[in-house]
């Protein structure tokens, strides 16, 4: 592919510039552009922090419009469910109208067919990989492209074991704390620091705008647990809870643009008993409600029940399906139990049902879990789940690290990204404590930005290894500077060295400011090579 | 073994009480006793941070002394090798004479004769194990017990891969900054915060001075790099480096009581051109420093060649052998290479030679190691150091995370620990990049102890599985000031919930804070136990 590059209007010293390489059949594809050598090397690094300078009361760029409606295969109308009344969401951001396929228009679909999308074209350009290899892990199942015709919005980007290991990042607002903006900021922040999604968790007041701002400026696709609205809507009382509500609130979601939903279909009635034995029961918020609601109402839980009514839904607007791990050990003493595992076999049996409709899947994975334990949630996924891609929360390699978590959840990350996941839902140091903040936000999401690059380059992905190649050159060579343009925070690398060595210019000096110029191991080192 | 309660004189709310079990003979091991569920559940854990209430120009008690003269193999004499004319030490901490072995007088040593020490029984009651596993894992050269016997003061600790991970932590000014009195303060800082052992790699001025007060006032073993001071004294030329110079230098340091030292023994004069092709060169500040002095003088590293004389020093006093890694590769492009695989060949010839003197060995590891290529090390050092207990720098599992590489070397630390190495030596978020402040001493060493006690809990340690199960409970109960009793850093854990959650007290609430009492999936699971 012939590549392009065309500057974007951001330009700053250490960060680098925000460019958009323009392929040859004209898509503008986003990256960080890093100089280094004084212009001699030039790096290209992945960049998710999408189209700048628009107005939050605006929204992004529609990019993906034309390519959807040039496909012919949706038709436009008025909202199925209206928003709700009274609900705070400026005018810019409005939009009466959604799209909805005439039949499947998921990207799965079109890989099957043998179709390449622009935005396959788009995922495999961001990559540096064959379109071709995008568009066969899409259709075998073995990746997914989450991208609702409602999100025209959003940088198309891919989700597999064959390509870069992503990041989630979790936001929203409880009844506890932060308002809409706040949220809408953190959002946007979250893909300043390397989110590849985001998911909006949001149960408080305000869900229905909270998630219209967010979609409207999200260059990342959106996730959401739609149980969250649905409890909500029945008074936060689970027993009170119908398929009715739950549809309703998934085609709202649909037609606002949510790219990928989690869904606990996998928690039966039968395995609650396993549940209520174990150490923590039942962690996740979803898996506890559905529980709740199978118990009061005996009877099998109604999102495995109506799975293929809800699949038939996804699939007119493209939305994917997480299948939620309500069952995921709470703790390091329930992990891999009997309850996990039967809820992972049920999640294969769904990601099957869902693939016959052509909905893009992936399954979610857990939560606390020693390292001892890790290789087998991957193994089990992998066969029973075939190679669906992972997407684990962590996981977590120890319980006792509060206000530390997002360091023992980068552990488990890095691990299990190695071994095959696809993508890593990051946990902040707020993790078991509280909401996280801006600042634990980017905390959390660095952490495991450098797990999926650490797996990124144990599975040895070229784009990996040339970024780490080219921090070891700046070292080798005391390129201070170009040391911090290669950092994920560049300005921090930056001012720690400028801490340690307030007397000499940042960039001139030849030796290690932890040594100094007679202890500096690299010095002597060249002075070797030079020998 | 009975062992018996004593209350140290310290004694906050939320990070317990310091406490000293007293055993059924004598000895008085110190922990931190937690307190949980209103006085139901006792909890103890290991503690390193030493006694207290002491002044620093006076040092610690000297609490192996008797023990140490009861053996009544030691002879007491003036220093062979006095402290440096003007030196900044105050009348409290000096130490004119000091003990000398009048033959080998290391605890592996004892071992071999099939004696148990009060430092083995010291070491195994904070452990929780027998003490004749202590004795046969040093007999066997599987373990170290770093206790010199100029440093009374220190609290007895194993090293081996049966016993808990250890962390080390390195602290010691460069020319560049940082006083004498402000590394002092970072060694206690670093013992309160978990350091089982520390290592001074002063490179500046006052070195003696720094070591001494260091040394009085250390619970913990300390570790330095002697050649760096030696160094020092031949105006930090190397090539002006000779085995005299270096042999002064240390039996200097074992007569201050140094617990163990760093030793480039194998850095052979036929490597460097292994490591001269390589990307980053040398990366070890002792490694650049005697390959310079084998260029210099065409012959083989003095250490190397010394090495029995080394050894016949080392045991008098027991000084146990950290043989240093001066190959280690410092990027990812030079992991598991031919110069790091020779050498580590090498130091397992060496550490034979050193066990044949009854020396007590660990072997130092990377360094820069992606995960993929993690095992390698590990089963290289047990397969040629014959299981010499491994003592690896992270590895840190990428080169770019600088700012953030305390976080990389836990990714590395944790996998490497779960596969057998006995000590981590952490890394701080300062790496690359210049001196740790406290600040960042604080967090290189939690990152370092949640990564040690994540491989415990790998590798099923009843201690740490105690812990964490003590945590889940806590978390499904609500107990939230237990829980922040049983995180590393209590204060944290505590400020962070505040934070989120303003308006209630902060134990009373029965719903987590994240998600507020609707959302609140342990709130509903503990309802769902009750039905």
């Known amino acids: 592919m012939q590549i392009t590059e065309q500057i974007a209007p951001r330009q700053t010293t250490l960060w680098g510039e925000k460019v958009y390489l323009e392929t040859d059949d004209g898509l503008r594809v986003p990256a960080r552009k890093v100089v280094l050598d004084g212009g001699r090397e030039t790096l290209y690094l992945y960049d998710t922090s999408g189209p700048e300078g628009c107005r939050l009361c605006e929204g992004l760029p529609p990019l993906r419009r034309p390519w959807i409606l040039a496909r012919g295969d949706v038709e436009e109308a008025p909202l199925r469910i209206p928003p709700p009344a009274g609900c705070r969401v400026p005018a810019g951001l409005m939009r009466p109208r959604a799209?909805?396929?005439?039949?499947?228009?998921?990207?799965?679909?079109?890989?099957?067919?043998?179709?390449?999308?622009?935005?396959?074209?788009?995922?495999?350009?961001?990559?540096?990989?064959?379109?071709?290899?995008?568009?066969?892990?899409?259709?075998?199942?073995?990746?997914?492209?989450?991208?609702?015709?409602?999100?025209?919005?959003?940088?198309?980007?891919?989700?597999?074991?064959?390509?870069?290991?992503?990041?989630?990042?979790?936001?929203?607002?409880?009844p506890l704390g932060s308002s809409l903006e706040e949220e809408v900021e953190k959002m946007r922040w979250a893909c300043r620091w390397g989110a590849d999604t985001v998911m909006d968790l949001s149960t408080g007041p305000d869900i229905y705008a909270?998630?219209?701002?967010?979609?409207?400026?999200?260059?990342?696709?959106?996730?959401?647990?739609?149980?969250?609205?649905?409890v909500e809507k029945v008074g936060g009382r689970p027993e009170e809870l119908s398929f009715e509500v739950y549809l309703e609130t998934l085609i709202q979601q649909a037609e606002q643009g949510v790219d990928y939903v989690t869904i606990h279909a996998g928690v039966l009635r039968e395995y609650i008993p396993l549940a209520r034995s174990r150490r923590m029961g039942i962690v996740s918020r979803g898996g506890a409600i559905l529980a709740a609601w199978c118990q009061a109402h005996g009877q099998e839980n109604f999102l495995y029940t109506h799975f293929r009514e809800i699949?038939?839904?996804?699939?007119?607007?493209?939305?994917?399906?997480?299948?939620?791990?309500?069952?995921?050990?709470?703790?390091?003493?329930?992990?891999?139990d009997p309850a996990q595992m039967a809820e992972l076999k049920t999640l294969g049996e769904l990601a099957q049902t869902a693939w016959q409709y052509d909905v893009q899947v992936m399954i979610e994975g857990p939560g606390h879990v020693p390292m001892n334990l890790l290789a087998e949630n991957m193994e089990k996924e992998r066969l029973w789940c075939q190679e669906a891609p992972f997407y684990t929360l962590g996981p977590l390699v120890t319980d006792i690290a509060a206000g530390y978590d997002h360091i023992s959840s980068a552990i488990g990350g890095a691990m299990i990204g190695w071994l095959g996941a696809a993508m890593l839902c990051y946990v902040t140091p707020k993790e078991h404590l509280g909401l996280p903040t801006k600042e634990d936000v980017k905390e959390g999401l660095i952490a495991h930005k450098i797990a999926a690059h650490a797996a990124d380059l144990a599975k040895g992905h070229p784009l990996a290894r040339a970024w780490d190649e080219a921090m070891a050159r700046a070292r080798f060579a005391f390129r201070w500077e170009d040391q911090?343009?290669?950092?994920?925070?560049?300005?921090?690398?930056?001012?720690?060295?400028?801490?340690?060595?307030?007397?000499?210019?940042?960039?001139?000096?030849?030796?290690?400011?932890?040594?100094?110029?007679?202890?500096?191991?690299?010095?002597?080192?060249?002075?070797?090579r030079q020998e």
């Open 210 to 230: 909270t998630r219209q701002w967010m979609l409207r400026n999200a260059p990342t696709p959106i996730g959401t647990v739609p149980i969250y609205e649905a």
């Open 311 to 336: 699949c038939e839904t996804l699939r007119e607007y493209d939305v994917a399906v997480s299948l939620g791990d309500g069952l995921r050990p709470g703790c390091i003493a329930d992990a891999n």
């Open 484 to 528: 911090f343009r290669l950092s994920f925070d560049p300005e921090r690398a930056g001012a720690y060295h400028e801490t340690s060595l307030p007397t000499a210019t940042s960039n001139g000096e030849d030796f290690c400011s932890m040594c100094g110029p007679e202890f500096c191991s690299i010095r002597r080192s060249r002075l070797l």
């Open 99 to 174: 799209l909805r396929g005439r039949g499947p228009v998921t990207q799965r679909y079109y890989a099957r067919q043998g179709i390449i999308t622009p935005e396959m074209r788009f995922a495999a350009a961001r990559e540096n990989v064959d379109v071709e290899l995008v568009r066969q892990e899409l259709a075998a199942g073995r990746a997914l492209l989450p991208a609702n015709i409602n999100h025209p919005e959003s940088e198309p980007m891919i989700i597999g074991r064959r390509f870069l290991v992503k990041v989630n990042a979790n936001i929203g607002n409880s």
